[in-house]
């Protein structure tokens, strides 16, 4: 009997089949140091994005057969990453946001009386800060509930999305497949398709878009913020474009971690992820998804 495992990224069983004793994780952590397949007498090691895949039994597989566990073992792997992420996203932004309320709030009441013009100052300041930790919040529970896909269709999906982050506090007016009167700034949606892919198609196309346009509320610094939906027979294309400050793709930079997360769900589909930015010259996301 093939016994099965998938191992988290400190070389602990996340889930399988089978005796854990099986494993060995001495050598399934040497695995995932050199990045290369391993084979003992009963276990094939293979490293895959966010851990580490481990099969065999009496006798171990040829590493290439291990092909076929590959995306289910990374599609348990995002899966398990998701809560740890939450604990982030919600520590880095929503927690040190309400700190930075509680703080301004007493030094306003501090001002109130000896020096209030000041007062009005840290009052400002608070109402600033409590906007982009909503901001923050609601990036935060779309990533949880992406109900709007149920039934929906992409294209309906996707403009949920971006009239919910297009009207948080700080973003500029939207214009949808054309311009706002008097301006040609602001937040784009270009619908040209509605394809009829897969759910789990519909619903990586989704998170991606959520991730980009977070990622371009939150650290590009953009005037214009557009989102293109296309598609053929074959495939569809998801494109978040901005203006920002943009960022070198393979240096360290902001929302670095979100980035692999968008490529992982593409290439897990069998699609592709590209990102083309560089400082001051803003960000093209743009993921192409087979029909699924």
Request: hydrophobic letters at 45%; glycine letters at 12%.
């Amino acid at each position: 009997m093939t016994a099965v495992f998938v191992l988290d990224a400190r070389g602990f069983v996340l889930t399988g089949s089978g005796p854990e004793d099986l494993v060995d994780r001495e050598v399934a952590l040497d695995a995932m140091a050199t990045g290369r397949a391993v084979r003992t007498e009963r276990m094939a090691y293979l490293p895959v994005a966010g851990g580490l895949l481990a099969v065999g039994g009496r006798r171990a597989p040829q590493p290439d057969g291990l092909a076929p566990f590959v995306p289910l073992a990374e599609l348990l792997l995002a899966s398990a990453a998701e809560p740890a992420r939450l604990a982030r996203d919600l520590h880095d932004s929503v927690v040190q946001t309400l700190y930075g309320i509680s703080l301004g709030a007493g030094t306003a009441a501090e001002l109130l009386h000896g020096n209030p013009a000041h007062a009005e100052a840290s009052l400002a300041w608070i109402k600033e800060t409590a906007a982009a930790g909503l901001t923050d919040l609601r990036g935060i529970i779309l990533r949880l509930r992406p109900e709007t896909l149920v039934g929906a269709g992409l294209a309906t999906a996707l403009r949920g999305l971006f009239e919910t982050l297009r009207n948080a506090p700080g973003n500029n007016p939207a214009h949808v497949n054309g311009t706002a009167p008097g301006s040609d700034r602001g937040w784009g949606l270009q619908l040209d398709a509605d394809p009829p892919v897969s759910p789990q198609v519909e619903e990586a196309l989704y998170r991606i878009a959520l991730e980009a346009l977070a990622n371009a509320a939150r650290h590009a610094e953009a005037s214009q913020v557009t989102v293109r939906l296309a598609g053929d027979d074959a495939q569809v294309v998801l494109e978040v474009i901005d203006d920002g400050v943009g960022f070198a793709p393979d240096g360290p930079h902001p929302g670095r971690l979100g980035v692999r997360s968008m490529r992982e769900r593409a290439m897990l589909l069998g699609g592709t992820l590209d990102i083309r930015s560089a400082p001051g010259r803003g960000t093209v996301v743009r993921a192409a998804l087979p029909i699924g």
